[in-house]
């Protein structure tokens, strides 16, 4: 379809421009505009006006028919002016839509804006973890890498960081540093009992509590004995605590060397020992202590060997023996953040384990209440210790923690430290860490025994006392 204007009046002969062309059945659309509208016509053949004017839809040919009519009609004149007026509402309408529409896209130009602004920000601010040379493992190299770009914005919301003590403030790597045995102090003057000539002597001279005490270190545990290439001996320990016992041991000369089923093999002076392994007492947080059951091999005597907390030793020593000293040891090394471990044992007798050992099976396989049935039938037979000893591990800090935690603080960061050490050891532990000022006042609360002990009793007020120390 071709349109072309023509200048002509109605019903005159529409003139022949050389562009007007037949398109299809010779039809073609042709804008005719007059003197006082725009018309539309149809042309059969080129020159020929055969169809009547149609008004083409426009505000332009509304308005000027409008002022044709008027001129001669004041109805018409009226009505065409509410048109008019319909029609400037409608148009100031659609000015106002396009400037709210315009608004909004502005706006979400600037919220895209802003949005894209904050990523780039807080990507800087995790590049800033990544440039810190300080921020770096020295023993692998490794430096810090941050894998999220918000984590300037989540420390920002940081205000209690609860943290564990073992392995995450300290090493984890367990030193033997001090013991007393039967009230003999070693290690106090060097601070290494490993190196203390009264010690060695005393394992040199076989006496009898230091040997017997020595044996509880070597045995007492589930550590397996793994012998290398080169002959070395190397131990797998779950605990770092029965590790550096066993170590300890091995370099007084009692060598934990093999394991053949329920066969423990120890070195000593030269010498083999056997111990045949018949049960063991896994230690729980409720008993705070483990024991072994083990028949010497030598002369058949079976032997009930411990080692745990102090308040889960001392109190079952038998009538008679002086406990004070081992008392008095306990506070002096949680004094100086040692960890501290009693160890004692006892001999039993051949029907008296018989007996004790058929409730012991019986209540491993019940199905209900396992774990109160075997703590009940283990408190049966742990009892009546001869106490040995008290050691004394170091777990060293890790490098930095003291600076990191009052750096942290000054941040207005609080910290809660969960430790299963004894409070004095626990209070050494934080004035090291900068947990607490030693210039402020401290406040202690303390449970009884019976609440720390996990019975199921509610909490009563006389149960708590509270200390304030300076």
Known sequence: MTETLLNVSEG????????????????????VINDKSRFSYKIDEPGILKSKPTEYPTMQTNMRLGNQIGENSGMHQNLNSQE???????????SAGTRRNNGFQIFAALCLFLQVSLDLVKSLYAK?????????????????HATNTAISEDLGQVEYIMTDKTGTLTENRMIFRRCCINGVFYGNESGDALKDDKLLNAVAGSSLDVIQFVTVMAICNIVIPIKSKTGAILYKAQSQDEDALVNAAAQLHMVYANKNANILEIRFNGSIIKYELLEILEFTSDRKRMSVVVKDCQNGKILLLSKGADGAILPYAYDGQQTRTFIEVVEQYAQLGLRTLCLAWRELKEDEYQEWSLMFKEASSTLVDREWRIAEVCQRLEHEFEVLGVTAIEDCLQDGVPETIETLRKAGINFWMLTGD??????????????????????????????????????RPHEAKYLCKK
């Open 12 to 31: 005159d002969q529409a003139p022949t421009p050389s562009n007007l062309k037949a398109v299809g059945k010779k039809t073609v659309q042709a804008i």
């Open 84 to 94: 008019e007026d319909r029609r400037g509402i409608g148009g100031s309408l659609n």
């Open 128 to 144: 800033f973890i990544d440039w810190d040379s300080e921020m770096i493992d020295y023993e692998t190299g490794i430096p810090s």
């Open 422 to 459: 004894k409070q004095n050891t626990a209070i050494e532990i934080a004035l090291s860490c900068n947990f607490i000022s030693p210039a402020r006042d401290r406040v202690c609360i303390a449970m009884d025994e019976a609440f720390s002990s996990g019975m199921p009793i509610g909490v």
